[in-house]
Structures are given as structure tokens and as C-alpha cells.
């Protein structure tokens, strides 16, 4: 593997995963506009371009030009730092995550992955809970007591789930041996079995992630920091123009990242069903040499892993747009006094089938 | 509650499968400019002032529609027909001008049973467009008047020949000269 190519090219993948974070949370707009619209028997925006696809660049030039508003009282420099912490927090977590596995062209490879650390789970985790502090600042220096109810909640919401969250990929860890999201996306690619996605040996804990998701991320059905029906519109009441759109867009960045880390820990990551049968077999009879194949299969891969992707963000929104949202002492009791011990129980299960030998610790084929 | 019940997920997930059930949904959305609903044979839309069958104006300015008029919104001024515009308009007396402010105007069609000389009606196929001025709701002759063509005449059985019609439209065009 070539050093500095490998740095430019690493550059090359952040700002490409950077701009398409940006693209997929700008069309996450019109898709949930759109299909919040189909739920309700509409059709949605389809004024603006064909299919209503330039509404995201519509509401881009009105969240620019709207006029700036600075609450009196506020503490305009956090003010303003709350809603950049936000996106920054929102835009770090995916430099790690793999989109894809190795592109090799002559003795060079590249790897489709920002960056490639052997603790890339405990990033993703360290930046998202960093991005409570957008939200507590932004909150807090809005000077207005409905924006410092929502940050509250959305603190105290996040340090709940994250517990049950942690605990949830405690279990996945035990079976993969590894923080590595390559390594977990790699185990998960047993030549010929497709049934050897994490979901299968972690199913409840693959719920109970998805559950603390749906909390990390702020999304219905606990969506309370934002809760329009009680806080007016929550930790971002005081904020207008593109503070506002700030805010909006790192909660779909989080919900991107968040549907990316669920595909990498339960769902093969970019592996696919008979990938390496269909690598082998154009070798064998369609005279393909091995790296050509092995490009195809990673290209197909990638395309598939955002497929993968696309389809939690569908479900996310699916979700926004059936669940009605908890009350606060309701999402307290479901954190705290079942997803909790659930989880708990989660790793005592994993641990004992570890155990008697029914799940495998660590893939015997990956320690060859 | 039973266990199920405080599982949440069996709700949920019946819930799920019912927004689903309605995104495949045909929507009922009519996509206004492109798609029109169809009016009712029986609307009541924008009114015209009709034509007799030699392209005259059937309206003599009697004023009944003005006074069946519920929301007053019928203004006129009665003339009288001078020489050699006996193909202009249908009786001696005429409307120099003829108004329907359709702000005012409720559509209730009861103008179209009032007049006498079957000159104006609601159009059951035409709604009065939405406008950016309020003066521009006061309809003149100028929009309420049926269009004098060819075409519209053998609309209504009148089949004329390609000659005729030509000679209809110069003279029609000497007329509004």
C-alpha cells in the first residue's frame, strides 16, 4: 500500500462523503416531505422542477435570505457556535464509517473509507454525543425558557438512551472482538453465507439500537427536545434563517450516519449475498481477472450499502410519520426501566451462547 | 396492559403496516393547472353576454337582471340603436355599457332567469379567475360579450361555407372598425 497516495486519496474520500452527507440531508428534506405526503394519501411538493426535485434548493434560498433574528439577552457568540457544534459534530461521525472495501488498480489499493482507525465504533459514539452540546448551547443561549426546557430534555433524553445504546453494541463487540467498523463489516462477509449478518445473532440487541436511534437522533417518536405541541419548537424556538437550517440539516446528517452505523454493525455493511460466488464466477467462465471482479463486487457493494442506507432513512421517516411522540415520563420509564435491562440482559444472553458454543466469538475463519 | 400491549411493538408495527397501506394509496391530489376537475353540467361560472344568430347583441338594457340581482352587482347604461347599426344589435335600445363586479357577484344565476331576451348566462364550464386588482374584477362588454366568429356560429347549427365565413369576417371586422 502506497503512503502518500493513500493520503490524497483519503482527502479525496472525506470531501466526497462530506458532499454526499450534505446531498443525501438535503434530498432527506423532500423525501420526508414527500413521503410524509404519501402516508397522508398526498402527493407533496412537486412544484418546484420535475417531480418537485428543486424544493431542496428552494428552501436553501429562503433559509439564506430570511432575516437573522439575535433574541435580546442572548449570548450571541454561543448563539451562533451552537448550531455550527451541531453540524460539525453531525458531519465528523462518518469519516470513518466503510462504504465500501478495496478498489485496487495495478499494485495501488484504496480503500472506500475516510479514515480507517481501529477504534472507529468509539468515534462514531464520542461525536454523537458530542452533538448534544449544539443542541444544550444553542438552548441555553437563546435566553428563552422553552429553548432551555428542549436542551434539557434533549440532554437528559441522550445520556439515557446512549446507556442502553452502549450497552446494546457491548453484545455486538463480544462477537466481533473488534471496534474496528472494517473489521465488524468484514466478519460479517462468511464466503457463501449471507445469513451471517449480525442481525441474525443480534436481533433484540439490533432493536433495542434502533430504538436508541431513533432517541439519539431526536426523531419521533422521541422527538420531545423539539416537541412543537409543548415547548413551541423546542431548543431551536429563538432560531431563524440558516441557524435554523443548520439545526434541521444535522439532525438528517445524524440520521444518515445513524442509518449507516446500523447498516455496518447488523446489516453486512457493504457485503452482499453471494458476493464471492459471483466474484468467482466471472474469473471462472467469464474470463474476468481477480482484481476486475473484486472492483465490481466492491462497486456493487458500495451502491448496495447505500441502498441499505436509504432504506433506514425510509424507515425512519415511516416511522416519524405513524408513531405519535411520548410523554417525557414515558421515554424516561422505556430508557431506563426496559431498554436498559433488556440490553443487560442482551449481553448475559450473547455471553452464555458465546458460551455453550451456539454463536462463535470471534468468526473462526477470520483468525486463520 | 397484557405483556404485547406493553411490548409496544406489535402496535407499532400494525401501525407501520397501516401508513403503508396508504402510501400505495392512488392519491385523490388533482394537480390544478395541469389536471382540471370537471365542472358540474349544472355550475355556475362566468357570465356572457350572448349573441343572436346574425352575430347581434341580444341584450336591449332592460335592467331586470340589475334588479333580480341579489348582490347588485349588475350595472348598465341603456342607448338607443342610431341607423346602420341594425347589425350591431338586435332591438332599437342597447347597452352602452354593461358591468358585472364579480366581487359582488354570488353566482346564484338568477340574472339568467330574469332576462327576457335569453342575453346573458353563466357559463358552466368557466370560473371567474382569481386577479391581483380589484378593478379588474369589474367585468365590461369588452370580456362579457360572446366573441364574434365563424366559428361560434356554426356551433350552433349554422353550417356556413368557407366563402360565406369570409365574407362574414370582413364584414364583421368593417363593423368593429
Not at chain 1, 66 to 83: H, M, Q, R, V, W
Not at chain 1, 343 to 357: A, W
Request: aromatic share 14%; proline share 5%; hydrophobic share 45%.
Amino acid at each position: 500500500m502506497l503512503e502518500l497516495p493513500a493520503l490524497g486519496w483519503q482527502s479525496i474520500v472525506i470531501f466526497v462523503v462530506f458532499a454526499l452527507s450534505l446531498l443525501i440531508a438535503t434530498y432527506c428534506t423532500y423525501a420526508e416531505r414527500v413521503i410524509a405526503a404519501f402516508l397522508q394519501d398526498r402527493v407533496g411538493p412537486d412544484r418546484a422542477g420535475p417531480y418537485g426535485l428543486a424544493q431542496p434548493l428552494a428552501d436553501a434560498v429562503k433559509m439564506f435570505t430570511k432575516e437573522e433574528f439575535f433574541p435580546s439577552g442572548a449570548n450571541t457568540a454561543l448563539f451562533i457556535f451552537g448550531p455550527c457544534l451541531a453540524m460539525i459534530m453531525a458531519l465528523m461521525s462518518s469519516a470513518v464509517i466503510p462504504f465500501g472495501n478495496v478498489l485496487s488498480f495495478g499494485t495501488n489499493y484504496f480503500f472506500l473509507q475516510g479514515i480507517e482507525v481501529n477504534i472507529g465504533l468509539l468515534w462514531v459514539f464520542g461525536v454523537v454525543s458530542l452533538g448534544v452540546y449544539g443542541i444544550m448551547i444553542g438552548g441555553w443561549a437563546s435566553n428563552n425558557k422553552f429553548s432551555l426546557l428542549g436542551a434539557v430534555r434533549a440532554a437528559s433524553q441522550n445520556i439515557s438512551y446512549e446507556l442502553a445504546m452502549g450497552l446494546s453494541l457491548i453484545a455486538v463487540l463480544m462477537i466481533s472482538g473488534t471496534l474496528s467498523l472494517r473489521d465488524i463489516t468484514l466478519q460479517q462477509s462468511m464466503p457463501g453465507e449471507w445469513h451471517f449478518w449480525n442481525i441474525v445473532k443480534q436481533p433484540l440487541g439490533f432493536i433495542i439500537f434502533l430504538v436508541c436511534a431513533f432517541a439519539e437522533t431526536n426523531r419521533t417518536p422521541f422527538d420531545l427536545p423539539e416537541c412543537e405541541t409543548e415547548l413551541v419548537g423546542g431548543y431551536h424556538t429563538e432560531y431563524s434563517s440558516m441557524k435554523l437550517g443548520l439545526y434541521l440539516f444535522s439532525e438528517y446528517v445524524n440520521i444518515f450516519v445513524a442509518s449507516a452505523v446500523m447498516s455496518v454493525l447488523y446489516f453486512g455493511g457493504f457485503n452482499f449475498p453471494f458476493q464471492y460466488e459471483l466474484r468467482d464466477w466471472l474469473v471462472s467462465s467469464q474470463d474476468w481477472t481477480l482484481a476486475g471482479a473484486q472492483n465490481l463486487i466492491t462497486i456493487l457493494g458500495t451502491v448496495l450499502f447505500f441502498g441499505k442506507i436509504f432504506a433506514f432513512i425510509f424507515f425512519f421517516m415511516w416511522v416519524r410519520w405513524t408513531l405519535p411522540r411520548f410523554r417525557y415520563d414515558q421515554l424516561m420509564r422505556l430508557g431506563w426501566t426496559i431498554l436498559i435491562p433488556l440490553s443487560i440482559f442482551n449481553i448475559l444472553l450473547t455471553g452464555g451462547l458465546i458460551t455453550f458454543g451456539v454463536i462463535s466469538e470471534v468468526p473462526s475463519w477470520w483468525l486463520n | 396492559m397484557t405483556l404485547a400491549e406493553r411490548a409496544y411493538l406489535p402496535a407499532i408495527f400494525q401501525g407501520l403496516s397501516i401508513t403503508m397501506r396508504h402510501f400505495f394509496k392512488k392519491k385523490p391530489t388533482i394537480r390544478y393547472p395541469e389536471e382540471q376537475r370537471p365542472f358540474s353540467p349544472v355550475f355556475r361560472g362566468l357570465h356572457v353576454l350572448k349573441r343572436d344568430e346574425q352575430g347581434r347583441e341580444r341584450c336591449t338594457a332592460c335592467g331586470l337582471c340589475a334588479v333580480a340581482c341579489p348582490a347588485e352587482a349588475i350595472t348598465m347604461v341603456a342607448g338607443e340603436r342610431k341607423k346602420g347599426e341594425e347589425g350591431l344589435y338586435r332591438e332599437e335600445k342597447y347597452a352602452i355599457s354593461y358591468e358585472i363586479n364579480m366581487l359582488r357577484c354570488i353566482f346564484c344565476g338568477l340574472c339568467e332567469e330574469a332576462c327576457p331576451k335569453a342575453a346573458v348566462y353563466l357559463q358552466a364550464d368557466k370560473m371567474a379567475p382569481p386577479r391581483f386588482e380589484r378593478d379588474e374584477f369589474i367585468y365590461g362588454k369588452d370580456r362579457l360579450v360572446e366573441p364574434v366568429s365563424p366559428d361560434n356560429r356554426s356551433k350552433r347549427g349554422i353550417q356556413l361555407t368557407e366563402e360565406q365565413a369570409q365574407q362574414l369576417r370582413t364584414k364583421v371586422d368593417a363593423q368593429l372598425a
